[in-house]
Structure formats: C-alpha cells, structure tokens
C-alpha cells in the first residue's frame, strides 16, 4: 500500500512579512509602496513546496508609499478604486522547481480583472522560533504591467514619456508559519 502525504496547512506571518512594489516616476526614480493588510493560506503535501495551493488576500485601502496625497490618489476610482474593490487576491496555478527556487505561476485579481502572472520564488528554508513554531522562508519577485488591470492613469512629460512607468515590480519577503490545526 502506497503511503499518502500528510496535508500541511501554513499561513502568512504578517509581523515578519512584506508585500511592496516600485515603480519609475518621472522614467528617472523608483517609487516604493508596500500594503500593510494582507492574509494567505499555502496548503502543501507535508513540507514540499513545489505542491502549494496558495491563496493570498490584499487590501488595496492599506497602501502605504509614505505620502497620504500619493496614498489617496492610488486609492481612488484612477488605480484601485477601494470603494469598489475591496481585494486583490492571487491564486496559484502551477509551480515548477528551478535552481534557484520556484517558478510560480497564478491568477492576480486586481478591480475585477484577473490575469496570469510568472513569479519568482526563492526559498529560503526551514527553522523553529524560540517558541518551537516551523517557519519557512521565501523572496517573491516578479513584474507586471499595470495597465493589464485597467490602472490606466498617467500624465505625459514635456520631455517625452510619462509620469508613471507603466511596469511594476513586485517583491515579497514571506515567512510562513505552520499552522497547529493541520
């Protein structure tokens, strides 16, 4: 008889956590921005990765650029329209092993308009806190285009190109924490 893998349920550690973004201004500087509320759950089979089932939840209302007029902007009808869009989500679809880590693939959902997107994964590893809770490690990158979810507001530059860029790039750092209900 075959044996069967135990289910292994995680959750984001948001207190050792981060989801941010940049973005060129003015085609010469990056702007940085993180959101502040977020929860996910990763079910694998026992400590295998490679067979995650990852559901992530944002708050679009709780990006923080360091600067409230920034802030509000971005929170309006002209990129997240938060009155309207409560969430973005991302749901992972197929994740294949690299040298460096994981090759993630899945399904961002930002105002109602969802693609597919590639992330990168770099696992970090395994280690147990203090408190003999089992932690995982992982840096997330990847890069969208923001037009692609209908955040579509800009302003041209009398020197050519445009005020926002209209590539993002995402970065994570992600602690997982295994959860004792398993």
């Known amino acids: 008889?075959?044996?069967?893998?135990?289910?292994?349920?995680?959750?984001?550690?948001a207190a050792h956590s981060?989801?941010?973004?940049?973005?060129?201004?003015?085609?010469?500087?990056?702007?940085?921005?993180?959101?502040?509320e977020y929860e996910g759950t990763i079910v694998t089979n026992g400590n295998d990765f490679s067979t995650a089932d990852i559901d992530l939840a944002i708050n679009p209302a709780s990006i923080d650029t360091k600067d409230a007029q920034r802030d509000g902007h971005l929170?309006?009808?002209?990129?997240?329209?938060?009155e309207n869009h409560k969430e973005i989500t991302f749901r992972?679809?197929?994740?294949?092993?690299?040298t460096e880590g994981f090759e993630l693939w899945g399904d961002l959902s930002i105002k109602g308009i969802t693609n597919r997107v590639k992330l990168e994964v770099e696992y970090a590893g395994l280690a147990k806190d203090p408190w003999g809770n089992e932690k995982a490690g992982f840096?997330?990158?990847?890069?969208?285009?923001r037009k692609e979810w209908g955040l579509n507001w800009n302003a041209a530059l009398e020197t050519g190109g445009v005020l926002v860029s209209d590539e993002v790039k995402i970065s994570a750092d992600i602690q997982l924490l295994k959860s004792k209900e398993q």
């Not at 008889?1 to 550690?13: F, H, L, N, P, S």
């Not at 992972?92 to 690299?98: G, H, L, M, P, Q």
């Open 1 to 13: 008889m075959a044996e069967t893998a135990t289910t292994t349920k995680w959750v984001i550690d």
């Open 18 to 36: 981060e989801i941010s973004f940049k973005v060129k201004h003015l085609m010469i500087t990056n702007v940085k921005g993180a959101f502040k």
């Open 75 to 82: 929170k309006s009808g002209d990129f997240f329209d938060v």
């Open 92 to 98: 992972s679809n197929t994740i294949e092993k690299t």
């Open 139 to 145: 840096t997330v990158s990847g890069k969208i285009n």
